[in-house]
């Protein structure tokens, strides 16, 4: 039997991200004693990096705006594979998320009139997000923080304890859901101060992990984002949707290279900012695709006017969603019109004057003054795609967030699939993350709530020593102990493995063989790469012991990052067609049968052997779009995308 | 593009003690210390302990002291060393070591639990709040935190005072004072809580003697002292004398 620390409690949260603690803060005054599990420190998750704002109809800025216009635009963004329901809920549900956040301190920029301020986005007919400066990400995260601390503070002043029904676990990472027969039963995971293992005992598990950005080399996600929750999900039996959709963010800084990735805020477009290539041409007008033509600006003057204008000018095709942005930008580079350290230029200092750039953009003002150098008040940026967000994710139940086949498992925020289709709209993250942030609170305490003392279930040990020695196996067999025979280990005439190099080349296999456009054979080769690099990561070992030792937790990381990795090329093989964040140079077109379908990655039943798949794939048809959303839209704009039984159904 | 070797110091140990390593390493054009960091990582030291995120200046995690001075590795280039001159890297000196470069921070979230939380007024639904733009922007200067606790590590009350600890909230948390003292709406007072006077009484503002280290150090250019921490002893003052804001007042009038 192994030695673990064992906590209880009714829900338990993985993830302490927008989403994460959103969900914490619902369960807790929902009555439930919550846990949640932070991977790094709290208040330092995936959401700070959040630059632009946050999607919510307030019409505060548009009076015109409503749910209704939001939901079409993400529809439109998603190019119409949005599970609708959710796209329903989302649109109707965010601007009461963010109010609700002033109430827990929150301060956004204002209007005149003493509102919250709304920015304009690619892809929102509306100025919608609220924002702080183009550190929006920054203040919702803190603003949660802050509110788990007064709940806290509450707590202790009835209890005498701070942590009496609301606890983070911070720096912990959790390796494994337990499950007592079908059911989830807890959680099993490692400090990563002390390496001492641990379960937590909870009917109810929230994961919010957020994305997979570090299986790809050029990426603007932080080392959490391997994959965890999307892993976690597919070993506790949980089927994933949409693997193919990753959304290249268009504008990443491209040098130096040790920054190649790291964002650049839309915020930039929407306040004006103009892309050009090396000929100095404003090139997006000639990447205009049918289906947007109508709602965006043919000319720069016309463009130009929308600013101050939006009633009589269209917009500038800047801000066309993030996948035909990511697309033009490849295509002009490849072209031989790009900038000399291969991206396209980004000007916002002929657009606005210095000090109104620095106000609006202040962290991209610093971050590009102090790692590149350049003044953005002075001179064009350069830039290019980047990896930056996945719009595949846990099957979920639209209403309740709970994961599809795995009663007690929830799923909110990016690790969730089917809210954004095939390619989320800026600003509809942040926002995604309270709404269903929230939900999985909601119905993870419900469930939780409805499950008598008595019934909960729990993991047996031999659960619990099968994880154990799966998370120490990267030591080799004496930090194991006695572990299990057949969890890999050292096998005699195998090579040790560096954890860092494999996952360099992990990187390198994703970024040039399922990148931002993709070929058959080629993605047929990244399996194999995949394959071979699973067994390699057997053989993966560590130096050192268990205290604080990043080499050991890049270790865990990459059977998640490995998983999720051949789920997004299986599934992009299989996709003949090209869709939002999913591009096919084989099959350039988007396919209108192609849209009632989504691709369902289940994990493939005892341990694959050597070679073959560790995931399946299967179709799965996609529930009708209820007619009354349906009728929002004209039918020649449906057309385009849906085909014609589904219209005359 | 060109590279050399620099010549690396890094504190390498525990809580039970440990010593400074050197090490030969790669330098490339626009690399920051961070990339170094995971460069020993990768190819000399896979088990060096850091914390990081974000790589990108905006999560605060990879704080240490970079030729003693407090820093953000990713946020300090390579280029404002000399090739021939040592590189040290060390833990923040206040907070103790847990491993390597990463040390026991946890001092600032208990003192984050001590400050009384925003407290929304009364009969204001959400989505009524109405705020002018220059009445929170005063706020928002402190809301720019990242978190890294650089100024924490280098204020000189706690820095090697480990006895001043318990009553002694850091620049950061009376930075959070301040902010709640400024925010618009904030009902503190109609619940009893006057934020200036319990920064005094109960956060230790009293400690503070305006030698603005912390604002010295802040990655993100916030005017602590100036803007948070001389601002909230003023409005402290009506209930204790505090010579120090006297003359801090003074300083700042000449300065304009």
Same mark, same amino acid.
């Given at each position: 039997?192994?030695?673990?620390?064992?906590?209880?409690?009714?829900?338990?949260?993985?993830?302490?991200?927008?989403?994460?603690?959103?969900?914490?803060?619902?369960?807790?005054?929902?009555?439930?004693?919550?846990?949640?599990?932070?991977?790094?420190?709290?208040?330092?998750?995936?959401?700070?990096?959040?630059?632009?704002?946050?999607?919510?109809?307030? %019409? @505060?800025?548009?009076?015109?705006?409503?749910?209704?216009?939001?939901?079409?635009?993400?529809?439109?963004?998603?190019?119409?594979?949005?599970?609708?329901?959710?796209?329903?809920?989302?649109?109707?549900?965010?601007?009461?998320?963010?109010?609700?956040?002033?109430?827990?301190?929150?301060?956004?920029?204002?209007?005149?009139? %003493?509102?919250?301020?709304?920015?304009?986005?690619?892809?929102?007919?509306?100025?919608?997000?609220?924002?702080?400066?183009?550190?929006?990400?920054?203040?919702?995260?803190?603003?949660?923080?802050?509110?788990?601390?007064?709940?806290?503070?509450?707590?202790?002043?009835?209890?005498?304890?701070?942590?009496?029904?609301?606890?983070?676990?911070?720096?912990?990472?959790?390796?494994?859901?337990?499950?007592?027969?079908?059911?989830?039963?807890?959680?099993?995971?490692?400090?990563?101060?002390?390496?001492?293992?641990?379960?937590?005992?909870?009917?109810?598990?929230?994961?919010? *992990?957020?994305?997979?950005?570090?299986?790809?080399?050029?990426?603007? @996600?932080?080392?959490?984002?391997?994959?965890?929750?999307?892993?976690?999900?597919?070993?506790?039996?949980?089927?994933?949707?949409?693997?193919?959709?990753?959304?290249?963010?268009?504008?990443?800084?491209?040098?130096?290279?040790?920054?190649?990735?790291?964002?650049?805020?839309?915020?930039?477009?929407?306040?004006?900012?103009?892309?050009?290539?090396?000929?100095?041409?404003?090139?997006?007008?000639?990447?205009?695709?049918?289906?947007?033509?109508?709602?965006?600006?043919?000319?720069?003057?016309?463009?130009?006017?929308?600013?101050?204008?939006?009633?009589?000018?269209?917009?500038?095709?800047?801000?066309?969603?993030?996948?035909?942005?990511?697309?033009?930008?490849?295509?002009?580079?490849?072209?031989?019109?790009?900038?000399?350290?291969?991206?396209?230029?980004?000007?916002?200092?002929?657009?606005?004057?210095?000090?109104?750039?620095?106000?609006?953009?202040?962290?991209?003002?610093?971050?590009?003054?102090?790692?590149?150098?350049?003044?953005?008040?002075?001179?064009?940026?350069?830039?290019?795609?980047?990896?930056?967000?996945?719009?595949?994710?846990?099957?979920?139940?639209?209403? *309740?967030?709970?994961?599809?086949?795995?009663?007690?498992?929830?799923?909110?925020?990016?690790?969730?699939?089917?809210?954004?289709?095939?390619?989320?709209?800026?600003?509809?993250?942040?926002?995604?993350?309270?709404?269903?942030?929230?939900?999985?609170?909601?119905?993870?305490?419900?469930?939780?709530?409805?499950?008598?003392?008595?019934?909960?279930?729990?993991?047996?040990?031999?659960?619990?020593?099968?994880?154990?020695?799966?998370?120490?196996?990267?030591?080799?067999?004496?930090?194991?102990?006695?572990?299990?025979?057949?969890?890999?280990?050292?096998?005699?005439?195998?090579?040790?493995?560096?954890?860092?190099?494999?996952?360099?080349?992990?990187?390198?296999?994703?970024?040039?063989?399922?990148?931002?456009?993709?070929?058959?054979?080629?993605?047929?080769?990244?399996?194999?790469?995949?394959?071979?690099?699973?067994?390699?990561?057997?053989?993966?070992?560590?130096?050192?012991?268990?205290?604080?030792?990043?080499?050991?937790?890049?270790?865990?990381?990459?059977? @998640?990052?490995?998983?999720?990795?051949?789920?997004?090329?299986?599934?992009?093989?299989?996709? *003949?067609?090209?869709?939002?964040?999913?591009?096919?140079?084989?099959?350039?077109?988007?396919?209108?049968?192609?849209?009632?379908?989504?691709?369902?990655?289940?994990?493939?039943?005892?341990?694959?052997?050597?070679?073959?798949?560790?995931?399946?794939?299967?179709?799965?048809?996609?529930?009708?779009?209820?007619?009354?959303?349906?009728?929002?839209?004209?039918?020649?704009?449906?057309?385009?995308?849906?085909?014609?039984?589904?219209?005359?159904? | 593009?060109?590279?050399?070797?620099?010549?690396?110091?890094?504190?390498?140990?525990?809580?039970?003690?440990?010593?400074?390593?050197?090490?030969?390493?790669?330098?490339?054009?626009?690399?920051?210390?961070?990339?170094?960091?995971?460069?020993?990582?990768?190819?000399?030291?896979?088990?060096?302990?850091?914390?990081?995120?974000?790589?990108?200046?905006?999560?605060?995690?990879?704080?240490?002291?970079?030729?003693?001075?407090?820093?953000?590795?990713?946020?300090?280039?390579?280029?404002?060393?000399?090739?021939?001159?040592?590189?040290?890297?060390?833990?923040?000196?206040?907070?103790?070591?847990?491993?390597?470069?990463?040390?026991?921070?946890?001092?600032?979230?208990?003192?984050?639990?001590?400050?009384?939380?925003?407290?929304?007024?009364?009969?204001?639904?959400?989505?009524?709040?109405?705020?002018?733009?220059?009445?929170?922007?005063?706020?928002?200067?402190?809301?720019?935190?990242?978190?890294?606790?650089?100024?924490?590590?280098?204020?000189?009350?706690?820095?090697?005072?480990?006895?001043?600890?318990?009553?002694?909230?850091?620049?950061?948390?009376?930075?959070?004072?301040?902010?709640?003292?400024?925010?618009?709406?904030?009902?503190?007072?109609?619940?009893?809580?006057?934020?200036?006077?319990?920064?005094?009484?109960?956060?230790?503002?009293?400690?503070?003697?305006?030698?603005?280290?912390?604002?010295?150090?802040?990655?993100?250019?916030?005017?602590?002292?100036?803007?948070?921490?001389?601002?909230?002893?003023?409005?402290?003052?009506?209930?204790?004398?505090?010579?120090?804001?006297?003359?801090?007042?003074?300083?700042?009038?000449?300065?304009?």
């Amino acid at each position: 039997m192994t030695n673990v620390e064992r906590h209880a409690y009714d829900v338990v949260v993985v993830g302490a991200g927008g989403a994460g603690l959103r969900a914490a803060i619902e369960a807790r005054e929902r009555g439930m004693r919550t846990a949640v599990i932070c991977k790094s420190l709290f208040g330092k998750a995936h959401t700070v990096m959040a630059e632009g704002g946050i999607a919510a109809s307030m %019409g @505060n800025v548009n009076e015109h705006d409503n749910w209704q216009v939001h939901f079409r635009d993400t529809m439109r963004g998603g190019k119409f594979l949005n599970h609708w329901r959710m796209a329903e809920l989302h649109a109707k549900e965010a601007p009461d998320r963010v109010w609700e956040l002033e109430t827990w301190g929150a301060l956004f920029d204002r209007t005149p009139d %003493g509102r919250i301020s709304q920015r304009n986005f690619g892809g929102h007919e509306y100025p919608r997000l609220a924002h702080v400066g183009d550190r929006t990400g920054l203040e919702l995260i803190r603003t949660l923080q802050q509110k788990i601390v007064s709940l806290q503070q509450e707590d202790h002043a009835e209890t005498g304890d701070y942590e009496s029904r609301l606890k983070i676990f911070q720096e912990c990472t959790v390796t494994r859901i337990l499950k007592d027969d079908d059911r989830v039963c807890g959680i099993f995971g490692y400090v990563r101060e002390s390496g001492r293992l641990f379960v937590i005992d909870a009917p109810a598990v929230v994961l919010a *992990t957020g994305g997979i950005g570090k299986s790809f080399k050029v990426t603007s @996600n932080s080392w959490e984002y391997t994959g965890d929750g999307h892993a976690l999900a597919l070993l506790a039996g949980a089927p994933l949707i949409n693997m193919e959709f990753i959304q290249f963010h268009p504008t990443g800084m491209v040098w130096p290279p040790s920054v190649k990735g790291i964002l650049v805020t839309e915020s930039v477009r929407g306040d004006g900012g103009v892309l050009r290539n090396s000929e100095g041409k404003r090139f997006m007008f000639g990447y205009i695709p049918d289906v947007f033509k109508e709602k965006y600006a043919q000319s720069e003057e016309e463009a130009d006017g929308w600013y101050a204008d939006p009633d009589r000018h269209r917009r500038p095709p800047e801000l066309l969603p993030r996948d035909e942005v990511a697309r033009a930008i490849n295509s002009e580079v490849k072209a031989g019109r790009g900038t000399p350290h291969g991206g396209v230029f980004l000007d916002v200092s002929t657009r606005l004057p210095a000090e109104e750039i620095k106000r609006r953009l202040p962290s991209m003002h610093h971050q590009f003054k102090e790692l590149a150098d350049v003044d953005i008040t002075a001179e064009a940026m350069e830039v290019g795609p980047t990896c930056h967000y996945m719009m595949g994710g846990v099957d979920v139940d639209p209403d *309740t967030a709970a994961a599809t086949g795995v009663p007690g498992l929830f799923a909110a925020g990016e690790v969730a699939g089917g809210m954004h289709g095939s390619n989320r709209l800026g600003g509809n993250s942040l926002s995604d993350l309270l709404v269903f942030g929230r939900r999985a609170g909601v119905f993870a305490a419900e469930y939780a709530a409805a499950l008598a003392q008595v019934d909960r279930p729990a993991a047996g040990e031999e659960q619990i020593d099968a994880a154990a020695a799966e998370a120490l196996r990267p030591f080799g067999t004496d930090e194991a102990g006695d572990a299990a025979p057949g969890s890999g280990g050292d096998g005699p005439g195998a090579a040790a493995e560096n954890p860092y190099t494999l996952h360099q080349e992990l990187q390198q296999v994703m970024n040039d063989l399922v990148g931002i456009i993709r070929r058959a054979p080629e993605m047929a080769k990244a399996l194999e790469h995949l394959a071979d690099l699973r067994e390699r990561s057997r053989h993966a070992l560590v130096e050192g012991h268990r205290q604080f030792n990043p080499g050991w937790h890049l270790a865990i990381d990459l059977r @998640n990052m490995l998983l999720v990795s051949e789920c997004v090329a299986r599934a992009a093989l299989e996709r *003949t067609e090209s869709r939002g964040g999913h591009t096919r140079d084989d099959h350039p077109d988007m396919d209108r049968t192609w849209r009632k379908v989504n691709l369902v990655c289940e994990l493939t039943p005892g341990a694959p052997e050597a070679g073959t798949a560790a995931v399946s794939l299967r179709r799965r048809p996609m529930d009708a779009i209820r007619p009354d959303l349906l009728a929002l839209f004209e039918r020649d704009e449906l057309l385009k995308y849906l085909t014609d039984e589904e219209l005359d159904a | 593009m060109s590279s050399y070797q620099a010549h690396f110091k890094v504190w390498r140990g525990d809580a039970e003690g440990g010593g400074l390593q050197d090490f030969q390493v790669e330098v490339n054009d626009g690399e920051v210390v961070l990339d170094i960091i995971h460069r020993l990582q990768a190819t000399q030291a896979s088990d060096l302990a850091v914390r990081w995120n974000c790589k990108a200046g905006k999560c605060g995690s990879c704080s240490a002291e970079v030729n003693g001075r407090p820093r953000l590795m990713c946020m300090t280039r390579m280029s404002v060393f000399s090739r021939e001159e040592t590189v040290t890297v060390t833990p923040m000196r206040t907070f103790p070591v847990i491993r390597d470069l990463v040390t026991d921070v946890s001092f600032n979230y208990t003192k984050a639990r001590e400050v009384p939380s925003f407290v929304p007024p009364k009969g204001v639904p959400a989505g009524e709040y109405r705020m002018a733009q220059q009445d929170v922007e005063r706020s928002q200067e402190f809301r720019k935190c990242i978190e890294c606790f650089l100024c924490q590590d280098t204020c000189h009350v706690v820095r090697d005072h480990e006895e001043n600890k318990p009553a002694f909230a850091g620049p950061r948390f009376l930075m959070r004072i301040a902010e709640l003292d400024m925010h618009p709406l904030d009902a503190a007072d109609e619940t009893g809580v006057n934020r200036a006077s319990s920064a005094q009484d109960d956060h230790g503002l009293g400690y503070c003697n305006i030698t603005k280290c912390c604002t010295e150090v802040c990655p993100e250019g916030i005017h602590i002292t100036d803007n948070a921490l001389i601002p909230l002893k003023e409005r402290a003052v009506d209930r204790k004398y505090d010579p120090l804001v006297w003359l801090g007042s003074k300083i700042r009038r000449r300065g304009q």
